[in-house]
């Protein structure tokens, strides 16, 4: 009898100690009411300028398909850690509803004579959270932050900074001393940046995350980014809580300058990454906008989903392309014929009417509408007319293609993609016009995303799906990438008048020259090395409640909720 | 008794250490890595990072530093959740898990034996077959689809619930009902099938001839007896919802530790994967081990000494 108490003692122990252990800490993570409200934020006028009556709750509801991994702007990588620093940072310009730059930290700036140095002058009004004024100083802080090769874990966005002088060599350690590096606070609130080269999008590269200030304090604490009490932000929201893997808080941020401009209050963020639960969610009223970027539609609900939305469904073309690559060093794709008979012999309206769905454009060139050029964007400047789809002239190419590199078969080829049911669906339809139109049979291979992108980073590969999302607003950033010595250029093209064209722009401050010269290289990489085959120009889809206003979207794809408002609705 | 617990914690320590260096080599085996993605990190940065995170080194090394850290309770930090020890995610994510499994579980013993023994007394009656059409459905249809019917019914159709969501006690009710549905069943059937073998057990007839109340005879022998399966169960059970929560967690974004490990995965983040693993192993042979106890505070003719390792 004794032994047998003993035993529920020990078990009651055991089992009591387990749910404690865990509960102590459930207690530390919710984080609700730590730090007292200062909500000074009047509440919203009744009407809005545009006679829109604004609600009386200004709470917006979104979701997120992942945690944010992590909120220091120098480590950051992702689209979801896009939206929660565009909405707690502020960088020296913003971008508007234009794609404009507009002031942000800086009040204005100027460039010099030779494009090679900007000077901006910060506005004396911008705060922190804590009250302390955003200086210079802070500037060069996050940037040195950013560059300097002891931080750890490294920054693998640094080279985002590499436009200023002597960056690269401080960062890659060939300099030790940060004073050579283009940046320098001239005085609190003047920021004098040196460049390598004239770089025309520079302004609006300081709206990107990784060119955000971060505060002193973070100094001594490498845990800041992952605590809201120690995240001390300069943007017009604050962090209020973070509970990992199911929901953050964001609160109207009564130190930020502009803070008259920002009607939400409150925005609340659920991490859902089922995207169907997260439509049910939005039909449900649970959510104000559901979709791209920071979530997902389904594909298969799409056109159910557009036609019961009318009005609350959204395209929006970004500046994103979906494309296949061949591998230049793989055979039969050494030879450029084959690799143009391939790109030829499908039909890209057939993939987008009927196979995606989701109102893309097809592509026959790599730079995306939405990218600026010279005076406008660089597709209505230039066309991407590179080559047309002609089954009849891709079966002779294919057939000289093969002459010439003495096949009488084709060797085996085998499509990889990165599992997920929208690749697929695009890899079948393409594998059935090569079979049906060139009469080639090719194999399709679904991999898990970290096995596919190493086989073709490794060149392991014949045609692999790709898909490129751009760092800026400027055709270089999908077209450096195909240089001999880039690290994305897993088509292994290697193209000497076209490495020239990329050197050349690089330099040139001449915006008509550089367009001219990308338009060259895009042509060399399309028509006549036919090494990447375009298929579409993203467009991402979207639901937003007719009551949501003013949300932005960028030409990547990125939204910036900061200035939205919800007018009143049932 | 103290020598059969010892002999426990030994051999639970010897599958802890081959479940650590299993999961290790199969990790680092699967290509890919954490700092991998669309458009590839410069290749001093990269050198940097293997450097930082000691993936430079040769694998036996990364191995046994690894194993000399988690002997000092040491599981690292993720290398997706930058900065955030794996140990600390572990107790924030694991405590919503818990919990939604201690509710599941509560749920799962009372619904389950209740229906059983309600099936038992009515046996082939009306009430029996119902149970019973219920606990084949219960088994036969998976967790997530369950889930997605639930939250289409009951929170889009008839807006008893919210469709996502994890704070009030409301927001338990679904992801609950769609975990223990499958241990409900079971449960029950178990529950039915032991009752009914008591029931028809001599000394129940005993009882009764003494004239004993229904009562007592319900609950000092019927119940106890019958109830014995179900605490068997009890182990397979607590695994099952834990790892069941794994898709649960997903569908109602709940932000529990199955999701957590779903994600890491994909991330390839090697430190939270070890360190959630080393988690789940240990909870799942603790909840073994109580199971054991358990077995013998209610069935006294069950010796531990007589009992080989199971």
């Known amino acids: 009898m004794k032994k047998q108490r003993w035993l529920v003692l020990l078990t009651l122990v055991l089992a009591v100690g387990m749910v404690l252990s865990a509960c102590g800490s459930s207690n530390n993570s919710g984080n609700k009411g730590a730090s007292s409200s200062t909500d000074t934020s009047s509440s919203p006028s009744s009407s809005d300028a545009g006679g829109e009556k604004l609600a009386a709750d200004q709470t917006l509801r979104i979701n997120f398909a992942a945690d944010v991994p992590t909120f220091d702007p120098a480590q950051a990588q992702d689209n979801q850690a896009h939206t929660a620093l565009n909405l707690t940072y502020e960088g020296l310009v913003r971008v508007d509803a234009s794609n404009k730059e507009v002031p942000g930290v800086a009040e204005s700036w100027e460039p010099s004579a030779d494009g090679k140095t900007y000077t901006f002058h910060l506005r004396k009004d911008a705060k922190w959270s804590n009250g302390d004024p955003v200086t210079a100083h802070d500037f060069v802080y996050a940037w040195q932050r950013v560059l300097d090769p002891a931080t750890d874990p490294a920054p693998a966005y640094s080279y985002q900074l590499y436009y200023l002088e002597n960056a690269e060599a401080y960062n890659k350690k060939k300099i030790t001393d940060f004073s050579k590096v283009g940046v320098k606070a001239v005085d609190e609130y003047t920021l004098e940046v040196k460049l390598t080269n004239p770089t025309p999008y520079f302004v609006n590269l300081t709206s990107f995350y990784t060119y955000f200030p971060v505060h002193k304090s973070v100094k001594d604490n490498p845990k800041w980014a992952t605590d809201p009490s120690t995240m001390i932000t300069n943007g017009p929201f604050t962090l209020k809580s973070l509970v990992t893997g199911q929901s953050m808080e964001f609160d109207k941020n009564p130190n930020y300058w502009d803070n008259a401009d920002i009607k939400l209050n409150k925005i609340k963020a659920t991490v859902v990454n089922s995207s169907a639960t997260e439509v049910l969610s939005y039909q449900n009223g649970e959510l104000e906008r559901a979709g791209k970027p920071n979530g997902d539609i389904p594909a298969d609900q799409l056109p159910i989903l557009k036609d019961q939305y009318k009005d609350e469904f959204k395209l929006d073309p970004v500046a994103n392309i979906y494309y296949y690559e061949f591998n230049m060093k793989a055979k039969p794709f050494d030879n450029a014929k084959i690799r143009k008979a391939f790109s030829m012999a499908i039909s890209r309206d057939d993939i987008v009417n009927k196979v995606t769905m989701g109102g893309e454009a097809p592509a026959f060139g790599f730079i995306p509408p939405g990218i600026k050029g010279a005076e406008s964007n660089y597709r209505d400047e230039y066309k991407d007319d590179f080559f047309t789809e002609d089954v009849e002239q891709a079966k002779q190419l294919l057939q000289e293609g093969m002459q010439e590199a003495g096949y009488t078969t084709l060797p085996p080829i085998t499509l990889i993609y990165n599992t997920n049911d929208n690749h697929k669906k695009i890899a079948l339809a393409i594998v059935d016009m090569w079979k049906k139109n060139l009469g080639v049979d090719v194999t399709i291979q679904n991999q898990e995303w970290g096995v596919f992108i190493k086989n073709r980073q490794n060149g392991d590969y014949q045609v692999a799906r790709a898909g490129w999302v751009p760092d800026y607003n400027d055709p270089m950033t999908f077209i450096d990438m195909w240089t001999k010595n880039s690290g994305n250029n897993d088509i292994k093209l290697d193209n000497p008048e076209y490495d020239k064209l990329v050197a050349d722009a690089y330099t040139n401050s001449d915006s008509k020259a550089r367009m001219e010269a990308f338009y060259k290289a895009e042509k060399i990489l399309i028509q006549d090395e036919a090494g990447v085959m375009p298929i579409y120009y993203y467009t991402q889809a979207s639901l937003t409640k007719d009551y949501l206003k003013g949300v932005t979207i960028d030409y990547s794809g990125a939204v910036d909720y900061s200035r939205a408002y919800l007018t009143e609705h049932k | ?310």
């Open chain 2, 1 to 310: 008794m103290v020598r059969y617990i010892l002999n426990k914690l030994f051999y639970m320590l010897v599958s802890l250490f081959i479940l650590i260096s299993a999961t290790f080599f199969l990790m680092k085996a699967i290509p890919g890595d954490p700092f991998q993605s669309e458009k590839k990190v410069l290749p001093e940065i990269r050198a940097r990072l293997d450097e930082q995170y000691g993936f430079n080194k040769p694998l036996y090394e990364q191995y046994l530093k690894y194993l000399g850290n988690v002997i000092h309770g040491d599981l690292g930090i993720s290398m997706k959740h930058l900065n955030q020890e794996v140990s600390d995610l572990i107790l924030k994510t694991f405590s919503a898990s818990l919990r939604l499994g201690i509710v599941a579980i509560i749920v799962s013993i009372i619904v389950g034996v209740l229906l059983g023994m309600l099936a038992a007394l009515y046996h082939r009656k009306l009430i029996d077959n119902i149970a019973m059409v219920l606990a084949v459905l219960g088994i036969a249809v998976p967790s997530f689809v369950l889930a997605a019917l639930l939250q289409y019914f009951f929170a889009f159709k008839f807006h008893m619930f919210r469709v996502v969501g994890f704070e009030n006690p409301m927001d338990y009710v679904l992801p609950v009902a769609a975990l223990s549905a499958q241990p409900i069943a079971f449960i029950a059937r178990l529950t039915r099938s032991s009752m009914l073998e008591v029931l028809h057990a001599d000394y129940i007839k005993t009882a009764k001839a003494k004239g004993l109340n229904w009562v007592t005879i319900m609950f000092r022998h019927v119940v106890r007896n019958g109830i014995m399966p179900v605490i068997t169960y009890m182990g397979p059970m607590t695994a099952n919802i834990v790892t069941g929560s794994v898709v649960i967690e997903q569908v109602f974004g709940i932000g529990g530790i199955g999701k957590q490990f779903v994600e890491s995965i994909t991330n390839r983040d090697y430190t939270l994967i070890m360190g959630i693993t080393i988690f789940y192993g240990v909870l799942l042979m603790l909840a073994r081990f109580i199971t054991d106890l358990l077995y013998v505070i209610v069935d006294p003719r069950v010796k531990l000494s007589s009992r080989k390792e199971g």
